[in-house]
Nanobody, 115 residues
Framework: EVQLQASGGGLVQAGGSLRLSCAASGFTFDDYSIGWFRQAPGKERELVASSSSEGNIEYEDSVKGRFAVTRDNIRRTMYLQMNSLQPDDTAVYYC?????????WGQGTEVTVSS
């Protein structure tokens, strides 16, 4: 069974940092792209960053230079290092992958940035 478990969220002041983790199981982690999305209150879910199985990484424009994605294929975990956090980064963060034609989502981890 494909499972994704996101963790690491919390409350942080503006300018602070957090590192989110996405632990995966039930599929060959190395072979699949993993994405981080976020959904702020009252807004649609948006892509924050993604890492392909080939190591190609893309970032949403507002997080470029502040967020960094790394993946540990041995631990089957993808990380989202978030620096210089701003109140606009407040959201529930989800990790996701597409396996066998289906999208799978983790349960989300909440990030709150206070001004």
């Amino acid at each position: 069974e494909v499972q994704l478990q996101a963790s690491g969220g919390g409350l942080v002041q503006a300018g602070g940092s957090l590192r989110l983790s996405c632990a995966a199981s039930g599929f060959t982690f190395d072979d699949y792209s993993i994405g981080w999305f976020r959904q702020a209150p009252g807004k649609e879910r948006e892509l924050v960053a993604s890492s392909s199985s080939e190591g190609n990484i893309e970032y949403e424009d507002s997080v470029k230079g502040r967020f960094a994605v790394t993946r540990d294929n041995i631990r089957r975990t993808m990380y989202l290092q978030m620096n210089s956090l701003q109140p606009d980064d407040t959201a529930v963060y989800y990790c996701t992958t597409k396996w066998s034609g289906r999208d799978f989502w983790g349960q989300g981890t909440e990030v709150t940035v206070s001004s």
